[in-house]
């Protein structure tokens, strides 16, 4: 089968991305999911599980997500290039973290996080520590580390 490089709907189709939608899309680079109607990423839809190695471009902005998994540092902690998420424009305010995943700022290495870019501007985040608590980043001595 072939793939394209880049997947780009933007005509308000999409409500939710489920598991396994782009699993095994293996020259998958950029995907173009804004202005749509999207509320739900699931857990694992776009982390490193999907089998989706060479997507390092995901655009969801201009959606209706109000939560957010830690996907985009899961997928950057395992594929340490340029990765860009643009999630701009949601409503996002939770930070839910079903997966588990924790990261220790004190003991990792951290040098994939300087290869990360992750828009969350015009979200509904009332608060940086949300994204920590949320997502089990453990940034005590080593003040924001991952930022």
Request: glycine share 2%; aromatic share 10%.
């Amino acid at each position: 089968m072939t793939v394209m490089p880049t997947t780009k709907q933007q005509r308000r189709l999409f409500c939710c991305l489920q598991e396994g939608v782009f699993v095994n899309l293996y020259q998958l680079r950029s995907l173009h999911l804004s202005n749509n109607r999207i509320t739900s990423v699931e857990p694992r839809a776009l982390d490193i599980s999907a089998r989706i190695p060479s997507l390092t471009y995901i655009d969801l902005s201009e959606n209706r997500l109000t939560e957010l998994e830690p996907w985009p540092f899961i997928r950057a902690q395992y594929r340490p290039i340029k990765n860009t998420f643009n999630l701009a424009n949601n409503h996002i305010r939770k930070f839910t973290n079903t997966l588990q995943w924790t990261l220790n700022c004190t003991s990792t290495s951290l040098s994939w996080t300087s290869s990360l870019h992750l828009d969350l501007s015009s979200n509904s985040i009332e608060h940086i520590s949300d994204i920590f608590n949320g997502w089990n980043i453990d940034g005590t001595t080593s003040s924001y580390c991952c930022y």
